[in-house]
T-cell receptor, first 114, second 113 residues
């Protein structure tokens, strides 16, 4: 595997379900990000982790819960979602110390909440 | 906070023509401006970027220009090809955020053969 991988690629869940999205980066980076991409809206930054520590939480509802067990893995735990949470969820990584701004994205997880 | 406006939202060109996408930003402290290309079913791919101490950068058929005074930057694609068809996003670094990016809404570029 190379780059940034995300699983699953597609997910359909009911509003009462609990599911998790997984991201893994194979670039040796130390910062990871979760973004939400909705139609006709800019990418929205949700969470940022630098060196496994969460440094940013952009007023994201508590039904989204991130976890970063190490610098290569990032999870987004989902529970009691709403239909408006349906979107493409993108993970990205960067090397914070060397080039703090060059972010590399995974292919995303297409989430549909029914 | 930073706000990024991107125009046009859609752009259709004939193969071989040039395409230009423009973005404006609001925070004069922003110092990094990347461009991403997103093809259907894929995540955004970094194609070129520019930092505030540079006015122009080229990479083969792609170039980016930055006007810090006017707070706008542009993506130029020359000799467009059908495989250039995608959604293009500009972004600006969020000052004081240790490198977080604020994105524009995207431009859907269609290159007609």
């Amino acid at each position: 595997e190379t780059g940034v991988t995300q699983t699953p690629r597609h997910l359909v869940m009911g509003m009462t379900n609990k599911k998790s999205l997984k991201c893994e980066q194979h670039l040796g980076h130390n910062a990871m990000y979760w973004y939400k991409q909705s139609a006709k809206k800019p990418l929205e930054l949700m969470f940022v982790y630098n060196f496994k520590e969460q440094t940013e939480n952009n007023s994201v509802p508590s039904r989204f819960s991130p976890e970063c067990p190490n610098s290569s893995h990032l999870f987004l735990h989902l529970h009691t979602l709403q239909p408006e949470d349906s979107a493409l969820y993108l993970c990205a990584s960067s090397q914070f110390e060397a080039t703090p701004y060059e972010q590399y994205f995974g292919p995303g997880t297409r989430l549909t909440v029914t | 906070g930073e706000n990024v406006e991107q125009h046009p939202s859609t752009l259709s060109v004939q193969e071989g023509d040039s395409a230009v996408i423009k973005c404006t930003y609001s925070d004069s402290a922003s110092n990094y401006f990347p461009w991403y290309k997103q093809e259907l079913g894929k995540g955004p791919q970094l194609i070129i970027d520019i930092r505030s101490n540079v006015g122009e950068k080229k990479d083969q058929r792609i170039a980016v220009t930055l006007n810090k005074t006017a707070k706008h930057f542009s993506l130029h694609i020359t000799e467009t090809q059908p495989e250039d068809s995608a959604v293009y996003f500009c972004a600006a670094s969020q000052a004081g955020s240790q490198g977080n990016l604020i994105f524009g809404k995207g431009t859907k570029l269609s290159v007609k053969p």
